[in-house]
């Protein structure tokens, strides 16, 4: 047996960050006006094959940025799952915008992309799709019926680098792209994100809202209310490094994702993660499941169980049309998601970090099932 606790997630930080941080100290240059900040992002936006790339503080950032980036506020809606981190809902409250659910499609557990067409409304601004867990959200009718209708697309991609669909990078298939560079994600900067766009125009437009909106003319005197949301040049560095590696960290995932399956394949008592759709296959950010009805007891009592045994786990996200922050403001009075409630109740995730070796897999599947005897 391995070390207990087995932690939810451990990056792999054995790269270059250490050199290139040495760098940093060496040279003085520790904001975001050093070097590194532009490799990282001409980097990354190059793997994507997007025109752009700006980095930013973290990922929730890249939202409030990409909202206000394509002047969305009051009296606009913009279409969501409510299947989601907080972030994606609360960049498009504090605009002044209404945020619109779809429910989950229950296999993938990404937005169900049939919902869509029926919520479009006059006030429609963008569509804000987020590829869950590492599978991609079918784009191609996204896509459609965007165009069909005038309507922006905000792709958050904080649980897809370096992930396709139908061959084209995540991040590159809206208008905007957003990324996450926490540690628990494919890339990491420790806290960190990054905006993805092809359009020069909205590119310069993210970079003065990362920046306090200061004006190139006359610095303080600003038209725009901006953030300091800034990437110094120290994440970037350790951004740089773990970029280098993006491949090999998206084979050792798919590698855990694929263990994991076999070690849990027949077992009744959970749903596993797809393994691969027609357009894409699994990445696996992470490693979810979501216990069958026939288990009497719920996720929260099955992570409970399983950290009596050292296996740390974490639960799906909570619907946005149930957080309580939202409902005290009078959103989503008596809306019902039914798929996205059942598998908040339902579902959690194992250990799925870049560290994770596949003994430690192998010891969390054992005790996953041990719980369900
Ligand atoms: C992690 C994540 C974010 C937020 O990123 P932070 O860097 O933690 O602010 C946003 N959206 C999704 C889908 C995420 O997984």
Redesign the pocket.
Known sequence: MTPRPIPVNQPLLDGNEKRYLDECIETGWISSEGPFVKRFEEGFADRLGSGFGIAVC????A?DIAVAALEIGPGDEVIMPTF??I??AAAVVRAGARPVLVDVDPLTWNMDVARLEDLVTPRTRAIMV???FGLPVDMDPVIELARRKGIRIIE?A??AHGQTYRGRPCGTLGDIG?F???PN?HVTTG???MLTTDDAQLADRCRSLRNLCFKPEQRFVHDELGWNYRMSNLQAAVGVAQLERLDEFLARKRRMGAHYQRLLAGLAEVQLPLPSTEYAENAYWVFGVVLQDSIAFDARSAMTRLADLGIRTRPFFWPMHEQPVFRKRGLFAGQTLLHAERIARRGFYLPSGLALTAQQVAECAGALRQILQ
Not at 58 to 61: V, Y
């Open positions: 973290n990922g929730s950032a939202l989601t981190i972030s994606c987020v590829h869950i958050d904080a649980q957003t996450s560079f926490y994600k806290e960190g994100g």
